[in-house]
């Protein structure tokens, strides 16, 4: 199924329509959809180079949109909810970020895991719903997605851009692991910066 889904996506990104089915992609992927937009993104702007950043603000705009989704329903249809979440098999996980949370810097830690999960390949609906489960100041929220999408999708826009077909084969087989250095590395910075100055 996920194989279908990605090879579909992957023929939406060559259509005549591809911007629209871009934001739509954009915009399910943050709540439920298990297909993310990166993989259309890296050849819609290899087929249209000039449009890479109009591509990269699409992709932006809607999945942060789609985030706000993802936190109503786990703010309002709970049961909604878990059914996503343990599709994923984050029961366990979400259920420790919950408790964290509540204690300490547990604001921070959720910042921080909000960040990693819309900039690595962790499935970001899962924490966008779990978001609203716990109630998370729907401002930072806000902020924390467009910054780590528009951060993720446009680094995806400008290397397909400058590096073409190079870029993507790169994408199929390094980008998640380095995609995920990358996050943690910045939160780690930002942590640090954090715990210094508080």
């Keep these: 199924m996920i194989k279908f889904l990605y090879q579909k996506s992957l023929k939406l990104a060559a259509h005549k329509s591809s911007k629209t089915f871009l934001a739509i992609i954009s915009f399910v992927e943050s709540s439920f959809f298990p297909i993310p937009p990166d993989v259309m993104i890296a050849p819609m702007v290899i087929a249209r180079k000039n449009d890479y950043i ?4 699409i992709a932006t705009i809607f999945s942060t949109l789609g ?3 993802g936190y109503f329903i786990g703010l ?14 984050y029961e366990s996980k979400v259920d420790d970020l919950k408790d964290d949370f509540s204690i300490g810097d547990g604001r921070f830690i959720w910042i921080a895991t909000l960040f ?3 900039f690595t390949p962790l499935p970001f609906k899962v ?9 998370f100041n729907l401002f930072i929220f806000f902020f924390i997605c467009l910054i780590s999408r ?4 446009f680094i995806v826009s400008y290397l397909s851009f400058k590096f073409g077909n190079t870029f993507n084969k790169f994408m199929e087989t390094e ?9 943690i590395l910045i939160v780690a910075i930002f942590g640090l910066i954090y715990f210094v100055i508080k």
Excluded: H, N, P, Q
């Design 175 to 183: 980008a998640a692991k380095w995609f995920a250095i990358l996050g």
């Design 150 to 153: 528009g951060l993720r999708f």
């Design 127 to 135: 924490f966008t719903i779990t978001s609203g489960m716990i109630g």
């Design 76 to 89: 309002s249809f709970s049961d909604v909810a878990m059914l996503v979440v343990e599709f994923y098999g």
């Design 116 to 118: 990693l999960a819309g």
């Design 54 to 57: 109009k591509i990269f603000l």
């Design 67 to 69: 985030g706000f989704l």
